[in-house]
């Protein structure tokens, strides 16, 4: 088995209590640990099995709320969660206190992960939807955990009020409504022949690099270039080869263990929920008029992971086949006497919905040597052989392609160190 597989150094794992006045080294103790990140989750989680020889569960005590700050040596480079990137601990499970020894395993959350639940959103809030995701995470987490890059500008504002509503809440609350500058649209026509332009759709989650409020466009534009020179894009190349990797093998890093396609196209589905096509009742009690909303989402994608079109035939893909009901909340917000409008888009309900399952059509899980850089909202290119009789294995271009990390668990085991991902994408077929 490759290096990459079972090389790795753990260079500290110490928790420490509540007020910091005691620190305890864990290492030794540790059986595995496993790090998790999902694309759907606004925080990062952690879970540590310990067993030891002596009562540290209730020496230390753990009670919840502590400290827990981690680093490790592994193929790729260093696996750190220390200063403002440290786990805490918010629940204790199976605990097994023999007279020798005791085992348990400990739930780590981010630090904003706690803060979550004990604040509150309270005032109004208006302007570009960027500058609300930042006003939340400065003044009601109180964190300063992401980079400017990742929390994206919006082309519309949206004026609501908090009503003490919990941030994680609100943040992901907003994703829907906000719509990405890059494709924007709006509508087009009047009356009863209205059409929705470009598309809605955003992501709030964490992963290592901190918290990231992304749109759906922006995570797939940069797949637009050939394959030749994804090593300017930083999308990382993984290949199955169907052979075993053998130890300390040059590349064996890059290697693909195992894999099982999870999902693919659900017409039925995608039918119900109207991404190909679908209508929007917009009722305006302000002037009392009401529009009627078609939106193609064929006609209005622009980005998207695979080459290939969206694979569904003309009877389908251009039939409305929900039919969604909005009413205008103008004025309710203005300080002006004026009736004025949230800046919520009309169509944003019928584009966002579209894009969501679009980008969920398909999903892989995959098994790599664990790779610590990897991080969910990133790109990587999967390659697997076709299915053929023939020994010269070409390349699958249908199923090989650029794929969206949804989930990742970086596994940490003595002999058994590897990264789980979750993959998915819009379309089919490889660019190049």
């Known amino acids: 088995m490759s290096v990459a597989v079972t090389g790795f150094k753990f260079n500290q794992a110490v ?10 080294d864990i290492t030794n103790s540790i059986l595995f640990a496993d790090y998790f990140e999902d ?10 099995q310990l067993m030891n020889s002596t009562s540290l569960f209730n020496s230390l005590p753990i009670r919840g709320g502590e400290k827990v ?28 206190a023999q007279s020798t020894n005791e085992m348990f395993t400990l739930h780590l959350v981010s630090r904003e992960g706690l803060t979550n639940e004990t604040n509150r959103c309270l005032k109004k809030y208006e302007g570009n939807i960027k500058n609300t995701v930042l006003d939340i995470l400065n003044n009601v987490l109180v964190t300063n955990k992401y980079e400017d890059k990742n929390i ?29 500058s890059s494709n924007s649209g709006g509508v087009s026509g009047k009356g009863n022949n209205v059409e929705a332009k470009g598309v809605s759709g955003f992501l709030f989650y964490e992963n290592r690099e901190g918290f990231n409020f992304r749109s759906i466009e922006s995570l797939v ?10 090593d300017d894009e930083n999308i990382q190349r993984y290949t199955y080869t169907q052979k075993v990797i053998e130890s300390n093998t040059k590349g064996n890093e890059r290697k693909i263990l195992n894999y099982n396609f999870e999902k693919n196209i659900d017409l039925m589905k995608s039918l119900r929920v109207g991404m190909y096509s679908n209508k929007t009742y917009f009722f305006d009690l302000y002037e009392n008029r009401l529009d009627l909303i078609t939106y193609n989402l064929k006609d209005q994608i622009r980005n998207k992971l695979g080459k290939n079109d969206i694979g569904v035939s003309e009877e389908f893909g251009s039939s409305v086949s929900r039919v969604l009901v909005r009413t205008a909340d103008r004025g309710v917000l203005s300080n002006r006497g004026i009736a004025d409008s949230s800046g919520r888009d009309n169509a944003d309900m019928a584009k966002s919905f579209s894009r969501y399952n679009l980008l969920f059509t398909q999903a892989l899980n995959m098994v790599v040597p664990c790779n610590p850089t990897l991080k969910v909202g990133d790109i990587i290119y999967a390659e697997f052989p076709r299915i053929e009789r023939s020994d010269q ?40």
């Open 15 to 24: 928790i420490e209590t509540l007020d910091g006045s005691k620190k305890i």
């Open 39 to 48: 694309i759907l989750s606004p925080c990062v989680t952690m879970t540590i």
């Open 69 to 96: 700050s981690i680093s490790l040596e592994t193929t790729f480079g260093k696996f750190e969660l220390d200063g403002d990137s440290s786990m805490y601990v918010y629940k204790v499970s199976n605990l097994d």
């Open 152 to 180: 994206e500008r919006t082309s519309n504002t949206y004026t609501f009020i908090g009503n003490q509503k919990k941030p994680f809440h609100i943040l992901t609350w907003l994703c829907p409504k906000a719509v990405p």
């Open 221 to 230: 534009s940069n797949t637009q270039i050939q394959v030749d020179s994804s």
């Open 393 to 432: 294995k070409r390349v699958d271009e249908e199923q090989s392609g650029n794929y969206l990390i949804k989930e990742l668990r970086h596994h940490f085991e003595g002999g058994q160190l590897v990264t789980s991902l979750k993959l998915i994408r819009d379309s089919y077929g490889l660019y190049g």
